[in-house]
């Protein structure tokens, strides 16, 4: 059996959360850290826990990430593809999440069939892993019903002690040499956006080098296991950089803005981030600055019930 080698660098950024401001009213994030053996696999887990005021809702919208995630929540245990396109949540009440972040190309291998890369995929858990080593539908529906009851109850431990062991059990089943030398190159190359070893101006040919492969076997590699192209995660890369810059100042030059993340004038990066966001960059700025400001009156006015410190989802 093919045991991963341990502490893999990072394939994903904490950036993606849109309107970062408002989200600290909304809603309270805890990431976690995977079990050294799963690491080669899984990015993070994290739990999202929520307490809104009566009749209050709060919707959040992240910029999707080229990762997978499994989520249980109280409508279900189930695998999330990379969405399509915007990820929008409406919370009410109070209520708790458990979702585990994949590294890309992860879900490939856990599903162990093709149709795991497909844009806006959404199965439940019970039929992905069932009959996998992980015990039968029922088993995989109580991990996922204990670890949302352990997520309400502030036991983030717990909430991730609960479906360690499934994950476990499909990813010894499922593992091989072949899936390992296809999920390192592509940890490989989405390690050195994130970490910035290339620049956020790199093109695909650089970031197939880094691979150690052609930019067509590289483009290749991402069609069969991330589901998205080279092409695509660095330019939603930028994406995420602008907007996380603009929600740290919204009075950024945008012309300024659009050279800092790689763009060669600000028409393309207003393109590519109208693409991902449904916004400009100087709609999501003055967005971004009234929740700021929000924020400011909120805390002069002291506490409210409901508002929960939070960082972002996923």
């Not at 989200?23 to 739990?47: I, K, N, Q, T, Y």
């Not at 309400?152 to 091989?176: I, K, M, Q, S």
């Not at 040919?205 to 695509?232: D, H, I, N």
């Not at 009156?297 to 002291?302: E, I, R, T």
Request: glycine share 12%; proline share 7%; hydrophobic share 50%.
């Amino acid at each position: 059996m093919f045991e991963p080698e341990s502490g893999p660098a990072p394939t994903a950024s904490t950036r993606g959360l849109v309107d970062p401001g408002a989200a600290r009213s909304g809603f309270e994030l805890v990431r976690l850290p995977p079990a050294p053996d799963l690491a080669d696999l899984v990015e993070w887990h994290w739990v999202v826990r929520w307490d809104l005021p009566p009749g209050a809702e709060f919707t959040q919208v992240v910029i999707p990430h080229p990762n997978a995630n499994i989520v249980a929540e109280a409508g279900g245990f189930a695998v999330h593809g990379i969405p399509a396109g915007l990820f929008s949540r409406t919370l009410r009440g109070s209520g708790a999440v458990l979702g585990t972040k994949l590294r890309p190309g992860a879900l490939r291998l856990l599903l162990g069939h093709p149709e795991a890369v497909r844009p806006g995929l959404v199965v439940p858990a019970a039929e992905s892993f069932a009959g996998t080593a992980a015990g039968g539908a029922g088993e995989v529906e109580d991990a996922g019903r204990l670890a949302v009851a352990a997520a309400r109850a502030g036991d983030d431990g717990g909430a991730v002690a609960a479906v360690t062991p499934l994950l476990r059990a499909v990813a010894e089943r499922r593992r091989t040499r072949r899936s390992a030398d296809a999920l390192a190159r592509v940890a490989r190359a989405l390690a050195a956006v994130v970490s910035g070893e290339l620049g956020p101006d790199a093109g695909v040919a650089e970031l197939a080098t880094v691979a150690g492969t052609s930019t067509r076997s590289l483009q290749r590699l991402f069609a069969g296991w991330v589901g998205v192209s080279p092409k695509w995660v660095l330019q939603r890369h930028r994406v995420h950089l602008a907007a996380d810059l603009l929600a740290a100042d919204p009075a950024h030059d945008l012309a300024a803005l659009a050279a800092a993340v790689g763009y060669y004038d600000q028409a393309h990066l207003s393109t590519d981030f109208a693409r991902a966001l449904g916004s400009t960059p100087a709609a999501y700025a003055r967005r971004c600055a009234a929740s700021r400001e929000a924020l400011v009156g909120a805390a002069s006015a002291g506490p409210a019930r409901g508002v929960l410190p939070a960082g972002g989802r996923a």
